[in-house]
């Protein structure tokens, strides 16, 4: 995979996926085509990877079993150090337009996806961004306090992203 600037940096992409066996061949195939791989299967887990790398790609299921997709796109997005990684929503049901416009993910694929399919979009979202490697690492208690405000914040961003 290669970046606009066109040099051979390997992009750092999470995958936030709670069905290991999906995480597994997604990491699998990206690893093949030159990208190093994260995976979280928790919401907490991807907060955690998010504030101690440098993500160049984030590609979330929006059913973790503690967070809400949405409600951590909307952190992201609501984060300066964070908000220019580019995510791509992994979901059984296609997202409601009003939920695209309201949190503003880069790209979605619904489950089942044909693997093609999602490597075409990845290399498009991290060719078209570029990757880069001078982004500030976010400290992990910047992102939240403690587990009982990273449940509240899920209340608050449901898995249907509705207030």
């Given at each position: 995979?290669?970046?606009?600037?066109?040099?051979?940096?390997?992009?750092?992409?999470?995958?936030?996926?709670?069905?290991?066996?999906?995480?597994?061949?997604?990491?699998?195939?990206?690893?093949?085509?030159?990208?190093?791989?994260?995976?979280?299967?928790?919401?907490?887990?991807?907060?955690?990877?998010l504030?101690?790398?440098?993500?160049?790609?984030?590609?979330l299921?929006?059913?973790?079993?503690?967070?809400?997709?949405?409600?951590?796109?909307?952190?992201?997005?609501?984060?300066?150090?964070?908000?220019?990684?580019?995510?791509?929503?992994?979901?059984?049901?296609?997202?409601?337009?009003?939920?695209?416009?309201?949190?503003?993910?880069?790209?979605?694929?619904?489950?089942?996806?044909?693997?093609?399919?999602?490597?075409?979009?990845?290399?498009?979202?991290?060719?078209?961004?570029?990757?880069?490697?001078?982004?500030?690492m976010?400290?992990?208690?910047?992102?939240y306090?403690?587990?009982?405000?990273?449940?509240?914040?899920?209340?608050?961003?449901?898995?249907?992203?509705?207030?």
């Open positions: 995979m290669r970046n606009k600037t066109g040099n051979n940096h390997k992009p750092f992409i999470i995958v936030a996926e709670d069905d290991q066996t999906i995480s597994r061949l997604i990491r699998y195939n990206l690893e093949k085509l030159g990208a190093q791989v994260a995976e979280a299967q928790t919401g907490l887990d991807c907060i955690r990877l504030s101690q790398t440098k993500a160049d790609l984030l590609l299921d929006v059913g973790l079993p503690d967070f809400s997709g949405w409600g951590i796109l909307s952190l992201l997005r609501l984060t300066d150090s964070m908000s220019k990684v580019p995510v791509m929503i992994v979901s059984v049901n296609a997202p409601s337009s009003g939920l695209i416009e309201r949190f503003g993910p880069d790209d979605y694929i619904q489950k089942p996806f044909d693997m093609r399919d999602l490597i075409s979009r990845v290399s498009k979202l991290v060719s078209s961004r570029g990757v880069s490697t001078a982004r500030e976010l400290p992990v208690s910047g992102w306090q403690s587990w009982e405000k990273g449940q509240r914040l899920n209340k608050i961003f449901n898995t249907e992203g509705e207030r």
